[in-house]
């Protein structure tokens, strides 16, 4: 397996703009979580799945920010109006939803908003 | 819900020294402790992890210790190298809605000076 793929790599967008991330989990797992990385907060959690249902978005900054996973092997974090206080490394990870388990990351994507 | 705290947020130490970075949690019904280690631009990625049943584990020079009464646990890197230079996240696993979620400390820099 490739591991947990995201795509971009890096977005640049100007504010306003909407900005869709996208994430492919690792093949069996089911559970995924979307990640906000700042110097500021660290790794903030902003929404988690499990077997492609959102369990909690109490993480998620404000309405602007929604997440879909309509299948096992894909998910979407949108930022719809963006603004430059969104600038962040966005990461997706995902792991077998065990109480021991690992969670992967994927190499994330950097996001700037100008 | 879970929170997890960390210290130092920096830490800089001479090459061949020991570094230890401090984790405490809130939630007793955690019982999984993973380590991540984030190299500049990358992704984090798990070096280590212990289980509630175990007090203390070791590979090679890193070393996790866990104290479940009073709540926290820490990570131990001796003879610490350049390439240990990188940010370093502590994690606790908590049941949630069905999910085991990991919340993360806010992470230590760790510089390692030749």
């Known amino acids: 397996d490739a591991g947990v793929i995201q795509s971009p790599r890096h977005e640049v967008t100007e504010m306003g703009q909407e900005v869709t991330l996208r994430c492919k989990p690792i093949s069996g797992h089911n559970s995924l979580f979307w990640y906000r990385q700042t110097m500021m907060r660290g790794l903030e959690l902003l929404i988690y799945f499990n077997n492609n249902v959102p369990i909690d978005d109490s993480g998620m900054p404000e309405d602007r920010f929604s997440a879909k996973m309509p299948n096992a092997s894909f998910s979407t974090l949108k930022i719809q109006p963006s603004e430059p206080r969104d600038s962040a490394v966005y990461f997706c990870?995902?792991?077998?939803?065990?109480?021991?388990?690992?969670?992967?990351f994927g190499q994330g994507t950097r996001l700037t908003v100008v | 819900g879970e929170n997890v705290e960390q210290h130092p947020s920096t830490l800089s130490v001479q090459e061949g020294d020991s570094a230890v970075i401090k984790c405490t949690y809130s939630?007793?019904?955690?019982?999984?402790f993973p380590w991540y280690k984030q190299e500049l631009g990358k992704r984090p990625q798990l070096i280590i992890d212990?289980?509630?049943?175990?007090g203390e584990k070791k590979d090679q020079r890193i070393a996790v210790t866990l104290n479940k009464t009073a709540k926290h646990f820490s990570l131990h890197i001796t003879e610490t190298q350049p390439e240990d230079s990188a940010v370093y996240f502590c994690?606790?696993?908590?049941?949630?809605?069905?999910?085991?979620?990991?919340?993360f400390g806010r992470g230590t820099s760790l510089i390692v000076h030749p």
């Open positions: 212990i289980r509630s049943n175990v």
């Open positions: 994690a606790a696993i908590t049941l949630s809605g069905g999910s085991y979620i990991p919340t």
């Open positions: 990870a995902s792991s077998l939803n065990g109480a021991n388990t690992e969670a992967f």
């Open positions: 939630d007793s019904a955690s019982n999984y």
